[in-house]
């Protein structure tokens, strides 16, 4: 009875650790190309944006860690992706030797911006101290539809059973919604991609697919399938819309990239980390992301100490010598004890 009560044991504990390992999450990727597998997943450009004034301000050039061949480094200093990708009034960047001037100016300029305030800076030890440096980037879109899209009906999404809330067109809603839509291509009710206009240069796309690719991939086939399309591009009257609302915030830390000594360098990297705050609606999508990277002097790896036995057991020398003086006075050099210890007296 007492094995099969273990053995029942053992398969629970099996069983709850395996659940552990595939806990559903969302995960926060640093790369458009990184991989993951978790079936949700996001990526933003900011933690990319602070890695690219990590290496060119403070680095002066490549990261690479003494310690450690982190595929994620080698990336990242790749710097797919640049400022230039984006308009000036949507971003935000700073670095510098860390400081509370720092902090107050980086929260000034996000307010003064994009009137925000910041999800991480409270976090960060902003006491100075040589070879101690700041970088951080935000990242801030606010845009609209054209024309705000109708709330539909809560319905279901995918498997689950609660109800969320959807917009889009319908067959009740007003026809001029359908110019906001581009059709990319419908290769079927699994299959389809269309892109929405905004009010502003921003254009958001919604790929319908049950692939498991990485970011780069899935954009990739995107526009090679818009490519090869030859149905029509134009929402058609009968054609319908159903979108969820979205509100998310995440925060992730990336902690692979922390406490390794860079090389060329007495730094390392103390903190790496980013939050992603997305809410979209039938008007349009607010987007709002932060990166910090915290770096500081390594501190010195004590040498363990062996233990020492000093045995003098064997031939060995001693002086005398006065302290104020630059010669000894007496010297003695041990080979044979039994002949030195020898007093010559009775």
Not at 20 to 26: D, E, G, P, Q, S
Not at 67 to 80: A, C, G, H, I, T
Not at 265 to 292: H, P, R, Y
């Amino acid at each position: 009875m007492k094995k099969l009560i273990l053995l029942m044991f053992i398969l629970l504990l099996a069983g709850g650790t395996a659940m552990a390992k595939n806990v559903k999450t969302l995960d926060v990727l640093p790369l458009l190309a990184s991989e993951s597998n978790q079936a949700n997943r996001l990526w933003v450009g900011t933690f990319q944006l602070a890695w690219n004034d990590l290496m060119d301000g403070i680095i002066k050039g490549p990261v690479v860690f003494e310690d450690y061949k982190s595929p994620l480094v080698k990336q990242l200093n790749k710097q797919k992706f640049k400022a230039d990708q984006l308009s000036e009034d949507s971003y935000y960047k700073a670095y510098g030797e860390t400081s509370m001037e720092l902090k107050e100016q980086i929260e000034a300029a996000i307010k003064e911006k994009f009137n925000e305030t910041s999800d991480v800076l409270a976090g960060i030890d902003w006491t100075p101290a040589p070879g101690k440096y700041f970088v951080y980037a935000m990242l801030k879109k606010d845009f609209k539809f054209l024309t705000a899209f109708d709330k539909l009906k809560p319905a279901r999404f995918a498997h689950s059973f609660k109800k969320v809330d959807f917009f889009g067109i319908d067959e009740n809603s007003d026809k001029s919604l359908d110019n906001m839509v581009n059709v990319m291509f419908y290769n079927s009710p699994k299959d389809f991609a269309i892109a929405i206009r905004t009010e502003g240069k921003d254009v958001l796309y919604l790929y319908r697919t049950d692939d498991d690719k990485t970011f780069d991939k899935l954009y990739s086939d995107m526009f090679m399938k818009r490519v090869q399309y030859d149905g029509s591009y134009k929402f058609n009257k009968d054609d319908e819309l159903k979108i969820p609302n979205i509100n998310l915030f995440r925060e992730k830390s990336f902690d692979e990239l922390c406490n390794h000594k860079i090389k060329g360098t007495d730094l390392i990297i103390s903190q790496a980390l980013e939050t992603v705050d997305f809410k979209m609606d039938n008007e349009g999508v607010k987007l709002k992301s932060e990166a910090a990277i915290a770096v500081e002097m390594s501190a010195l790896m004590p040498k363990k100490l062996e233990p020492r036995k000093f045995y003098f057991d064997d031939t060995f020398v001693l002086f005398l010598q006065e302290a104020d003086k630059i010669k000894p006075y007496f010297a003695l050099r041990v080979d044979d004890l039994s002949l030195i210890n020898k007093t010559g007296r009775k």
